[in-house]
């Protein structure tokens, strides 16, 4: 199977899953010709669910991104590789519910669980992908492997692990890992190190 082709797959993938995301967000029942503050009253209770599409559609781009990246570096893709990438794509398109679940009850212990999980299902298959490439020598270059090391998805990892004992401890510490995660990859120093 051409690399070309698993590309154009994920992306796919990719463009319907962030396109599913806003499904979780609706508009307020108002009547017609509502003044400003009506409006604004209304919009309140959508907070947490405009929160949650944000910080999924954050996380959803920084693992395209990245999912780009990564492929751009390979010379090929073998059949162990793509069936790699289905099982990540897998844990992408489930995002959309710990998503709309993490809108409709924020602070509540399951959400939150749900979606670590998830997302650490995301970041632990990226993981595989990079110790899969490395030891398939799969890299058009060998620089590109030091950039692409399995290593490279530990911070993320951890986030997502932490934050799953963090839920029962206080709910806001655990969703703090959550927007730390997209976080890291907008601080320059880490995109240098890390991402390239």
């Known amino acids: 199977m051409s690399k070309e082709r698993v590309e154009t797959y994920s992306d796919g993938v990719f463009a319907i899953v962030t396109t599913l995301l806003i499904f979780g967000l609706r508009a307020p029942q108002i009547a017609s010709h509502s003044s400003l503050s009506q ?3 209304a919009m309140v209770p959508l907070i947490p669910n405009l929160v949650s599409f944000i910080l999924s559609f954050g996380t959803i781009s920084v693992h395209w991104v990245s999912h780009h990246s990564f492929f751009h570096h390979l010379d090929h893709v073998t059949i162990g590789l793509v069936w790699l990438n289905n099982f990540f794509l897998l844990w992408i398109c489930l995002l959309p519910f710990p ?3 993490l809108g409709d009850h924020p602070t509540d212990q399951f959400p939150i669980l749900l ?4 997302s650490l299902l ?3 298959s990226f993981y595989l992908f990079r ?4 030891r398939a020598k799969l890299f058009k270059v060998e620089a590109y492997s030091r ?3 399995p290593r490279r998805s530990l911070p993320v990892i951890g986030l997502y692990l932490l934050s799953i004992p963090l839920a029962f401890v206080n709910a806001y510490f655990s969703l703090a890992c959550f927007f730390l ?3 890291l990859y907008f601080i320059p120093s880490f995109i240098q ?3 390239k």
Request: hydrophobic share 40%; glycine share 0%; proline share 4%.
């Open 39 to 41: 409006y604004a009253r």
């Open 99 to 101: 998503t709309a679940m």
């Open 115 to 118: 979606y670590a999980v998830d």
């Open 122 to 124: 995301c970041a632990l």
């Open 131 to 134: 110790t899969y490439a490395s």
């Open 147 to 149: 950039t692409q090391r």
């Open 181 to 183: 995660v997209p976080l």
């Open 193 to 195: 190190t890390y991402i």
